[in-house]
C-alpha cells in the first residue's frame, strides 16, 4: 500500500500568505478611516470645550430668603443687605402665593411694602434685573426676622446668554481656538423665541449640541430655555 504525504510547507506559505494579506487589508481600511476618526474626536473635544466655556461665562446664581413678619401693625420692613450677603445684587420681593410685592432696594436697605394679610414673604436676589414695582418707604420697622439661611441655585442668565449671542465675535476673540475651528450658537425661550449668532452655509461636517437650561425671567420664575452650539 502507497501511503502519500501532504505536502506541510505548502500549507504553512498559504496560511501565512493569507494572514499577510489580512494584515493588510485592516492597514489599509484603517489609513482610510483614521482620518475621520481623527476628524470625529477633534471635532468632540472642540464641542465640549465651547459648551464648558459657554456656560462658565452665561452662568449665575440665585438666592433667596424668607422673612416673616411677627410685628403687628407694621405695614413696611427694612431688611439689612449687607447682613445678608446680598449687597449690590437686584431684588424681587414676592408673597406666599408668589405675587410681586412692592419694595425698594437702595443698594444696602432693601425696603418692603407689608400688607396686614401677608404672614410671610420671599426675597430673590441675583445679578439679573427684575421687574421692578417700588414705593416710598416711610416709617419702616427694621426688626424684620430673617429665617434660615439663604438658599443659592444655579441657572442660566438670560441677560449673560443674549450678550454672548449678540456679541459673538467678542466670545469668540477671548477662546482659544486653533485656526480651521467655527462654532454657531442660538438659544431658544420657553415661548420658542430664538436668539442666535449669524448662521453659515458650512459644506463640512457639523456636529451639534442641545442642551436644556434653567433661566430666570425678569419675575424670578425658573423657565427651561434650549442652548444650541453647532461646531465645524
Not at 473635544?45 to 465651547?50: E, K, M, S, T, V
Request: net charge positive; charged share 20%; with cysteine.
Amino acid at each position: 500500500m502507497r501511503i502519500e504525504k501532504k505536502n506541510k510547507k505548502g500549507t504553512h506559505v498559504g496560511v501565512i500568505i493569507s494572514f499577510i494579506l489580512f494584515i493588510t487589508i485592516l492597514v489599509f481600511l484603517y489609513s482610510m478611516i483614521e482620518p475621520t476618526i481623527k476628524s470625529q474626536r477633534n471635532k468632540q473635544y472642540f464641542l465640549d470645550y465651547i459648551e464648558g466655556e459657554l456656560m462658565k461665562k452665561v452662568s449665575g446664581n440665585l438666592t433667596s430668603w424668607t422673612i416673616n413678619n411677627k410685628t403687628v401693625g407694621i405695614m413696611c420692613l427694612a431688611v439689612n443687605n449687607t447682613e445678608l450677603g446680598t449687597l449690590g445684587l437686584n431684588s424681587i420681593v414676592k408673597d406666599k402665593d408668589n405675587i410681586i410685592m412692592l419694595s425698594n432696594n437702595t443698594g444696602a436697605i432693601l425696603f418692603i411694602k407689608w400688607d396686614s394679610d401677608t404672614s410671610f414673604s420671599k426675597i430673590y436676589y441675583s445679578n439679573e434685573s427684575f421687574k421692578q414695582v417700588s414705593f416710598a418707604p416711610s416709617g419702616c420697622d427694621t426688626s424684620a426676622t430673617i429665617t434660615g439661611s439663604g438658599r443659592i441655585v444655579k441657572y442660566v442668565s438670560r441677560t449673560k446668554i443674549a450678550d454672548v449671542i449678540n456679541n459673538y465675535q467678542d466670545f469668540q476673540n477671548e477662546l482659544n481656538i486653533p485656526p480651521g475651528h467655527y462654532f454657531s450658537l442660538s438659544f431658544t425661550y420657553s415661548n420658542g423665541t430664538i436668539i442666535r449668532t449669524g448662521e453659515k452655509n458650512v459644506s463640512t461636517s457639523v456636529y451639534a449640541k442641545e442642551k436644556i437650561v434653567q433661566y430666570l425671567d425678569d419675575e424670578a420664575n425658573i423657565k427651561k430655555g434650549v442652548i444650541n452650539i453647532r461646531v465645524w
